[in-house]
């Protein structure tokens, strides 16, 4: 049995079995709450430099098909679970999660507790780690760990950001976000006419993109750098800013350009995106003890008085206190701790949400967001 370890910068280590990619692969550890959608979680471009600990006790039993993933390929650093499934069964697998790892070059390790990780995660909060399925020793596992720079303060999204701008077209058999197969879960009509909307892309996932197309935008993506000049010379009649990778407060080009824009452009923003909006009107943000990963966290929108569950993905949060003495106002509130969910400019068509309105459009009984912005932008 190929043997690996997984070791924090606390010294604590796990050893369990090797699969996917015989590599070496430092990065956050996070758990994560989904009980499907690992290829989505592998492919998120928020969960770069993060290795995945999947609290649900069997991963890989529907296999990978490669058409639901949200990037090129894997971007989280390594993935632990309690237990992998090594033969996989749907119409729509195409290969094996280990096959997968490989072809990716990612190292995971099985049999391993996760719901002892996802403990000590909440009590101690996130740490470094190192996972390899290499011959190294306990010792050496955990000095990589304690030497990895990690992720604060460092800018992530230019690993990930696309590197020129492109118009984004739907190439796949269908533009609605949510179609299984072929299978429709949300039939209303894309919205007209179409708004010619900038995307600045700190990491955006397909289906970000795919929303936004599908609820009437035509969307330019631009890479994150992009100054509000080339922007705006798109002709563009609104902003979205996208989900992304690692901690916004790094990323001082992005708060400028942002700046400058929302004077002139209805924004919507996402996860990073939010958080990069808040910055730059004046806000802060703070890092989490261990971060929001899952799908089932429940938020409520302050003006509404509804609460919804929502998909999150974020180590960062924005600083409700730096708020104050802004021109923006807190709209929803995460309901396990507080943590601010959704913000929106006093008196510009200016919001964002911390959490991933793709991952459930128009099932929720509640306007689709993705709908919300393209009405503001009319």
Same mark, same amino acid.
């Given at each position: 049995?190929?043997?690996?370890?997984?070791?924090?910068?606390?010294?604590?280590?796990?050893?369990?079995?090797?699969?996917?990619?015989?590599?070496?692969?430092?990065?956050?550890?996070?758990?994560?709450?989904?009980?499907?959608?690992?290829?989505?979680?592998?492919?998120?471009? *928020?969960?770069?430099?993060?290795?995945?600990?999947? /609290?649900?006790?069997? %991963? #890989?039993?529907?296999? $990978? +098909?490669?058409?639901?993933?949200?990037?090129?390929?894997?971007?989280?650093?390594?993935?632990?679970?309690?237990?992998?499934?090594?033969?996989?069964?749907?119409?729509?697998?195409?290969?094996?999660?280990?096959?997968?790892?490989?072809?990716?070059?990612?190292?995971?390790?099985?049999?391993?507790?996760?719901?002892?990780?996802?403990?000590?995660?909440?009590?101690?909060?996130?740490?470094?780690?190192?996972?390899?399925?290499?011959?190294?020793?306990?010792?050496?596992?955990?000095?990589?760990?304690?030497?990895?720079?990690?992720?604060?303060?460092?800018?992530?999204?230019?690993?990930?950001?696309?590197?020129?701008?492109? *118009?984004?077209?739907?190439?796949?058999?269908?533009? /609605?976000?949510?179609? %299984? #197969?072929?299978?429709? $879960? +949300?039939?209303?009509?894309?919205?007209?006419?179409?708004?010619?909307?900038?995307?600045?892309?700190?990491?955006?996932?397909?289906?970000?993109?795919?929303?936004?197309?599908?609820?009437?935008?035509?969307?330019?993506?631009?890479?994150?750098?992009?100054?509000?000049?080339?922007?705006?010379?798109?002709?563009?009649?609104?902003?979205?800013?996208?989900?992304?990778?690692?901690?916004?407060?790094?990323?001082?080009?992005?708060?400028?350009?942002?700046?400058?824009?929302?004077?002139?452009?209805?924004?919507?923003?996402?996860?990073?995106?939010?958080?990069?909006?808040?910055?730059?009107?004046?806000?802060?943000?703070?890092?989490?003890?261990?971060?929001?990963?899952?799908?089932?966290?429940?938020?409520?929108?302050?003006?509404?008085?509804?609460?919804?569950?929502?998909?999150?993905?974020?180590?960062?949060?924005?600083?409700?206190?730096?708020?104050?003495?802004?021109?923006?106002?807190?709209?929803?509130?995460?309901?396990?701790?507080?943590?601010?969910?959704?913000?929106?400019?006093?008196?510009?068509?200016?919001?964002?949400?911390?959490?991933?309105?793709?991952?459930?459009?128009?099932?929720?009984?509640?306007?689709?967001?993705?709908?919300?912005?393209?009405?503001?932008?009319?």
């Amino acid at each position: 049995m190929n043997t690996a370890v997984l070791a924090f910068e606390d010294g604590s280590v796990y050893r369990g079995k090797g699969f996917g990619a015989t590599a070496t692969a430092l990065g956050e550890v996070v758990f994560n709450t989904l009980m499907m959608g690992y290829e989505e979680a592998l492919t998120e471009p *928020s969960n770069y430099k993060n290795i995945l600990v999947m /609290t649900f006790v069997e %991963i #890989g039993c529907y296999g $990978i +098909n490669e058409e639901d993933g949200e990037s090129d390929g894997i971007k989280a650093s390594g993935l632990v679970v309690a237990q992998e499934c090594e033969v996989p069964s749907n119409w729509r697998c195409k290969m094996s999660l280990n096959d997968y790892l490989v072809k990716n070059n990612v190292p995971a390790i099985s049999g391993i507790d996760t719901r002892a990780i996802a403990k000590k995660l909440r009590l101690n909060g996130t740490m470094k780690a190192c996972l390899s399925t290499e011959d190294i020793s306990d010792e050496e596992a955990v000095a990589r760990a304690k030497q990895w720079q990690g992720i604060e303060g460092v800018d992530s999204v230019k690993d990930v950001t696309c590197k020129e701008a492109y *118009s984004f077209e739907n190439s796949g058999v269908d533009l /609605t976000p949510f179609a %299984i #197969g072929g299978v429709h $879960i +949300n039939n209303k009509p894309r919205k007209t006419p179409l708004k010619k909307c900038a995307v600045i892309d700190f990491g955006a996932p397909k289906s970000q993109l795919k929303s936004l197309a599908y609820s009437g935008f035509d969307a330019t993506v631009f890479p994150a750098n992009a100054s509000a000049e080339d922007v705006l010379a798109s002709g563009a009649q609104c902003l979205f800013l996208s989900s992304g990778a690692g901690d916004a407060s790094a990323l001082d080009y992005a708060h400028k350009t942002v700046a400058k824009l929302v004077e002139k452009l209805p924004t919507f923003a996402v996860g990073l995106g939010h958080q990069v909006l808040a910055i730059a009107l004046g806000a802060k943000t703070l890092k989490l003890k261990f971060g929001h990963h899952g799908g089932n966290y429940p938020v409520k929108n302050l003006e509404s008085g509804k609460t919804s569950i929502t998909s999150q993905n974020n180590l960062f949060s924005v600083d409700a206190k730096s708020i104050e003495g802004t021109d923006l106002v807190v709209t929803e509130v995460n309901l396990n701790d507080d943590a601010v969910a959704g913000i929106k400019h006093k008196s510009l068509p200016v919001f964002s949400v911390q959490y991933h309105p793709e991952s459930a459009p128009g099932a929720t009984g509640q306007e689709y967001i993705f709908d919300k912005f393209y009405d503001m932008v009319k």
